[in-house]
């Protein structure tokens, strides 16, 4: 077998489907040219003389992915939980992301939250920045040393924020069409610009057709906010009297699914409409589940999502929520599931850890491409978990091993990061 070949030995889990994993005990993963060879219970002569590394009891999963964060937020969480979306954002976001004007407390604001994301059990993240070209560049050249897969996003804004974070709709344009070659020109292995309006209330009708411009001319991807706040929801209607609905919105401009990949935090009140607008255009929905309840935005409908058949994943939303932890968003994910259905509505059964699993690794690995499996030919980003500090009389089953870090884990666990094969060094 030609190519450069290395083998992982361990407890090795995946998603089969949305439903059911995949469970390979003591089993050999194969690694060829950065993308997944197989899976062997009993190692093929052919591959005999490879290196191997055996990790023994440990679990090995795919890389997790991040569907949504804040980069600009990280020092503020824990704060400010007393208060709603649109109160938060003037008192707590906007004066932080004023902050990066300055490049000094930029590397240090970015710093510390490029390690905590390094050790933390995810491979792959979409980053909001600010709108600050300069600083952008900063986090981008912090992540793309980390080995991290990540999207990044200068943030557009021109109406409904501070003066200090506005830029005139021209400016904002011409910014990020400067950002964007600024990045093409650094040629980043792993690290890739995604076009972010903040949302429809900060972007205006004249800004948002520059973006759709932009995305067309340089086919880029989008990320945005949806549907997260009554109130906000209530002023984009005002706003965009054209838009039947939230979505509609970003439809009318271009960025909204269809030959523009998109993604979309949130979701929490998504009507029909929109939810089937999603599901023709392919529209990507980072659930984010802890900042929903940290802001009394509500309780997405994230079974409803599944049944329909969207592409879901999930996202921190630092700093809205509290930590880069995705098993912490996948049992915060379970919870609010089970609250759903108890309190709202008893036709949407609770979720399983079985799709919350999925969420985190192939649902939204999607958005990356072929990534979050251990399926043949998808790109080789795998995580050890030594789950050894969470003592038991017995030595449970590999299933209930996953379930225990589910809902017990955290960066601790995390023994080793494969990135599209590359080890990380942690």
Not at 114 to 123: G, I, R
């Amino acid at each position: 077998m030609n190519g450069s070949i290395f083998i992982l030995k361990g407890n090795i889990v995946y998603s089969k489907s949305q439903t059911e994993f995949a469970i390979c005990e003591h089993s050999y993963l194969v690694c060829r040219d950065g993308k997944v060879d197989g899976i062997y219970r009993t190692l093929p002569f052919r591959l005999g003389g490879n290196p191997i590394r055996d990790f023994g009891d440990c679990l090995i999963i795919p890389g997790m992915t991040d569907l949504h964060t804040h980069g600009s937020q990280y020092a503020l969480r824990g704060t400010g939980m007393d208060r709603e979306l649109l109160e938060w954002l003037e008192t707590a976001p906007f004066p932080e992301e004023a902050k990066f004007s300055d490049v000094e407390y930029a590397k240090k604001a970015y710093g510390i939250f490029v390690e905590d994301l390094k050790k933390s059990p995810v491979t792959r993240a979409c980053v909001f920045a600010t709108v600050h070209r300069e600083t952008v560049m900063i986090l981008m050249d912090l992540l793309e040393k980390s080995g991290l897969e990540t999207y990044v996003g200068k943030v557009n804004m021109d109406r409904n924020c501070p003066e200090s974070l506005r830029e005139k709709t021209a400016l904002s344009a011409s910014e990020t069409k400067t950002w964007i070659r600024q990045v093409q020109e650094r040629r980043y292995r792993n690290t890739h610009p995604i076009l972010t309006p903040r949302f429809i209330p900060a972007c205006s009708d004249e800004l948002m057709d520059c973006l759709s411009r932009l995305q067309k001319e340089y086919r880029l991807p989008v990320q945005s906010h949806l549907s997260e706040n009554p109130e906000e929801i209530r002023w984009v209607k005002e706003l965009r009297p054209d838009a039947e609905f939230y979505g509609e919105a970003y439809d009318k401009s271009g960025l909204f699914g269809g030959e523009c990949k998109t993604v979309m935090a949130h979701c929490v009140h998504s009507s029909e409409e929109e939810i089937q607008l999603m599901k023709e255009k392919g529209v990507f929905v980072a659930h984010c589940p802890e900042s929903n309840a940290n802001l009394a935005s509500g309780i997405a409908p994230a079974r409803r999502f599944l049944d329909r058949g969207l592409s879901v994943g999930l996202g921190s939303d630092a700093a809205a929520g509290t930590s880069l932890n995705i098993f912490a968003v996948m049992r915060q994910a379970l919870q609010a599931s089970k609250l759903r259905w108890r309190i709202l509505d008893k036709n949407e059964k609770p979720l399983t850890v079985e799709e919350v699993f999925y969420m985190a690794t192939k649902g939204g690995g999607e958005f990356f491409g072929k990534a979050g499996s251990f399926e043949p030919g998808y790109e080789f980003d795998a995580v050890v978990l030594d789950d050894s500090r969470m003592k038991s009389p017995e030595q449970p089953d590999i299933r209930s091993c996953l379930e225990r870090l589910i809902w017990l884990g955290d960066e601790r666990e995390v023994r080793e990061k494969y990135v599209k094969g590359v080890r990380l060094e942690l």
